[in-house]
Structures are given as C-alpha cells and as structure tokens.
C-alpha cells in the first residue's frame, strides 16, 4: 500500500487517532511540542498518523501510530511503520525506539515483525503515569515495554 504522507504543524484533526495510540490527551500534547507529527492519507482520505521524537543526538522515538479504525487490517500499520522507519532515517536517527503496554499483546507482535528488538522494560509506567488504569486483552497495562532497531 502506498500512502502519501505528510508532515502536519496543526494535531487538531487528528486527535480521534493521536488518542487511539495513546488515551492520555496531556501526554501526547507534551510529546507534540518536541516532536514531529507526520499524517498518512489514501487517496484523499486520512488513515493514520505517527509521532517522531529526537530523545537524544542519533536516538528517535515512534511515539504514537495509529490506524483510523476502519482502516485497521489492510495494511496500513505496515505502511505507516514503513514511512516512519524511512522518516527517521532522513532525519538522521541511527537508532528508532518504540514502547507500549505489556498487554499490548498485538503491538508487541507487530513491533517485533517489523524487526523491532526487545530492549527493556519501564516497570510501573503506566501506573504512574496515568490517571486511570488500563485493560487490554484482560490485563492491567503497568508497565512500557521498550523494543529498538538499528536503521
């Protein structure tokens, strides 16, 4: 699939799907300030969405992926990882990092498919960080899985 994508300045559009990827409407306020919000479009109609955050010299962050829900299953994620890998590239990262919740079952799969590494783990991040707790899959999300890849 080939998507058209696009840097964007203005999240106001966007924010039913920033929220997919992360409930946490503050948190991804934060992570905007610094960070690069790119826009993925088929043929005139938006599908998804990533955040680039520079952490530190050559080390990027995907902070936030997400699919418009009726697009979710016919690959548009692969495309997104896709244009965010080749996005970081451009910008000079040499190392792309990702997290998410430990009971992200599906992400973890996803992540590691698309040739992401386990790296560590943020225990209790997502007890601490946010106010309310959260169930995927029939478990609490406490802690930030980080896997990374070499680019």
Same mark, same amino acid.
């Not at 962050?61 to 495309?79: C, D, F, R, S, T």
């Not at 999300?141 to 680019?151: F, H, P, Q």
């Given at each position: %699939? ?10 106001? !559009?966007?924010?039913? %799907?920033?929220?997919?990827?992360? !409930?946490?409407?503050?948190?991804? +306020? ?6 690069? #919000? ?16 520079? #952490?530190?010299?050559p080390l990027w962050? #995907? ?8 697009? +979710? ?7 997104l990882i896709a ?24 992400? #973890?799969?996803? @992540? ?12 209790? @991040?997502?007890?601490?960080? @946010? ?7 029939g478990i609490q999300?406490?802690? %930030?899985?980080?896997?990374? %890849?070499?680019?």
């Open positions: %699939m080939e998507l058209l994508i696009n840097q964007s300045s203005d999240p106001e !559009p966007y924010w039913d %799907m920033l929220l997919l990827a992360d !409930p946490s409407k503050a948190a991804v +306020q934060q992570y905007l300030e610094d960070g690069k #919000l790119y826009v993925a479009e088929w043929e005139d109609t938006v599908v998804g969405v990533f955040v680039l955050l520079q #952490l530190d010299g962050e #995907l902070k936030n992926i997400a699919v418009a829900e009726e697009w +979710q299953g016919k690959g548009v994620g692969k495309a244009a965010a890998i080749s996005s970081a590239k451009e910008l000079g990262a040499e190392n792309l990092e990702v997290g998410t919740g430990n009971s992200s079952t599906g992400q #973890l799969a996803f @992540y590691q498919k698309a040739g992401f590494r386990m790296q560590r783990i943020a225990k209790n @991040y997502f007890t601490l960080n @946010y106010n309310e707790p959260i169930f995927e899959n999300c406490r802690d %930030m899985v980080i896997l990374s %890849m070499a680019l």
